[in-house]
């Protein structure tokens, strides 16, 4: 990894700082374009002073890598909450929840997963080694989820490393056509049917039980701690 | 539409070069950035004189023109090929056919879809109809031919619209990540496992007469005039 600049000591804080420059900056970059921004530019956006961000980021290069470095945290922390939610569940609620909560991440970071996206082959390798890393971890998560829920015989899928690319492609594709699926769908009712049509996919389930079952998921006010030990 | 400059009075050969300079620009701008690239580039990487190039495009805001103006031309080209090759043709058929042609067109134009998804947003209201307009004809044409397979019982499908945006999804992703799936796909091998996947997803029929199904399409030399009238 690169190193980004920063003076601050207080981790957490850090941290939750980057998160939130990555947030603002791809959002002005995907408004003018990464060539046409600058870190004072930033610091206004942020509501800090130029100085203030100085703390995180000494030139506007740093942008880039703090945006690249930025996607193995995302990916950590999407597969840490996919670990701590999805312990002993079915392999059922485990997709249903793990398309959940990716969909959700990526709405999060709309334009962040678009800038990288296009930027992507005009970086260098190294930069795109990382990109290519962290998109890797999520792809084999759900290839596992998927297998995992084939040996246990809730599954039927012949080939499950295109499923699990299509699952990203699903989330991708709520970042990059957003601008036309919103005509259509809501986020809530766009993971809805696209956990229902993957379901009618990859299980043995009538299309009314799945709805039964996507309907009760959904029906939990906390959704995953409910459905933990419960059969689908 | 917007009119873009041209002396130029041969229609077919002004059609055949504004795709090729469409082609070459949003290359060109993948790789450096559209703030980055001007017409005397533009001219050198199309092998043609700056004033060759400006019989095509007066200034640098007509490459824009002429790529936002390209989505219609884009589309009418694919709506034509799908409405040529498909009369009679059972809906099995027709979806396979339609998949094809889609993806292989999507991959032609990669950098084309790239960059119009991520100037979307950045563009005037009327652009964007533009785009949204071509887009949309494209989602109907799948929505038709969905539902027309239901009609007929030979799909299965609970919401057409959902199945049809999933095709346009899964064409997009391979333009949009291709620097992912390529390590895993080849152009033919991700379009027959989507098909696979597809006709498993919409049909009762058997993994093993899929994989029948989609031998026999592509063991045909000219695929389509021989299938025309055959049952799938």
Same mark, same amino acid.
């Given at each position: ?6 003076? /601050? ?6 941290? @939750? ?6 947030? !603002?900056?791809? /959002? ?18 942020? %509501?800090?002073?130029?100085? %203030?961000?100085?703390?995180?980021? %000494? ?17 950590? @922390?999407?597969?840490?909450?996919? /670990? ?10 485990? *997709? ?19 800038? =990288?996206?296009? !930027?992507? =082959? ?24 998927? /297998?995992? %829920? !084939?040996?246990?015989? $809730?599954? $039927? ?40 049509? =993957?379901?009618? @996919? ?7 039980? *799945? ?8 029906? @939990? ?12």
């Amino acid at each position: 990894m690169r190193k980004v600049r920063t003076f /601050s000591n207080d981790k957490e804080l850090v941290s @939750q700082r980057r998160d939130h420059i990555v947030k !603002v900056a791809t /959002s002005l970059i995907a408004k003018k374009g990464y060539n046409r921004i600058n870190t004072s530019e930033l610091a206004t956006a942020l %509501g800090m002073s130029t100085g %203030g961000l100085y703390h995180y980021i %000494g030139s506007k290069e740093d942008i880039l890598y703090l945006i690249i470095n930025f996607t193995s945290d995302l990916t950590s @922390q999407v597969l840490e909450k996919f /670990s701590a939610y999805l312990k002993d569940v079915t392999p059922i609620v485990a *997709i249903i929840e793990s398309v959940r909560i990716y969909l959700e991440t990526i709405d999060n970071y709309r334009d962040f997963h678009n800038f =990288l996206n296009h !930027v992507m =082959l005009s970086l260098s390798i190294n930069d795109r080694k990382i990109i290519y890393q962290a998109e890797s971890r999520v792809v084999e998560y759900f290839e596992n989820l998927l /297998s995992s %829920g !084939v040996e246990k015989g $809730e599954f $039927e899928i012949q080939d499950v490393k295109i499923v699990a690319h299509n699952i990203i492609a699903i989330a991708h594709t709520w970042a990059n056509r957003g601008w036309y699926l919103k005509r259509y769908y809501t986020l809530e009712r766009y993971i809805k049917e696209e956990i229902a049509i =993957l379901l009618q @996919q990859i299980t043995k389930l009538s299309p009314k039980s *799945i709805e039964k079952t996507i309907a009760r998921y959904y029906s @939990q006010d906390s959704k995953t701690s409910e459905l933990l030990l419960e059969d689908a």
